[in-house]
């Protein structure tokens, strides 16, 4: 499978097994998350009483790949911000969205907004 750039959404529905889960499965070992989208993730487990440490070690050994929040990154979120406004899409959208250009790799969300953007990057919806 082709790798994926990850947005948060898509690593929480594959951790709560939710619908879409398998999708996330099958390219989840040599795909990349960025750094911001990380914390998101391990955000969402501390809420819910889970490991947090245990969680990161567990994506580590799926072969998901974390990639850390360059100033790069930061300046394309930045940018990605007059095309994404009118979504509202978040700062951690955007670093998500910001990692898949710099890669050229599609980003897979559960997100269905994301849908409708056209910012330079192909858009994976994990429950089309």
């Not at 960025?34 to 245990?54: C, H, I, M, P, Y």
């Not at 799926?62 to 790069?72: A, M, N, R, W």
């Not at 890669?103 to 559960?110: D, G, N």
């Amino acid at each position: 499978m082709t790798p994926h750039v990850l947005d948060a959404s898509a690593v929480l529905a594959w951790l709560h097994a939710e619908a879409g889960a398998e999708r996330v499965e099958a390219v989840i070992s040599g795909s990349q998350i960025s750094s911001v989208n990380l914390a998101e993730v391990l955000t969402k487990v501390a809420d819910r009483g889970g490991d947090v440490r245990q969680t990161r070690l567990d994506l580590q050994v799926y072969g998901l790949t974390v990639q850390p929040f360059s100033d790069e990154q930061a300046e394309r979120c930045a940018e990605l911000r007059r095309a994404t406004r009118a979504s509202g899409l978040s700062l951690g959208d955007r670093a998500c969205l910001a990692l898949g250009l710099s890669l050229q790799w599609p980003v897979l969300t559960a997100d269905r907004i994301w849908a409708d953007l056209d910012v330079g990057v192909r858009i994976a919806l994990l429950r089309p």
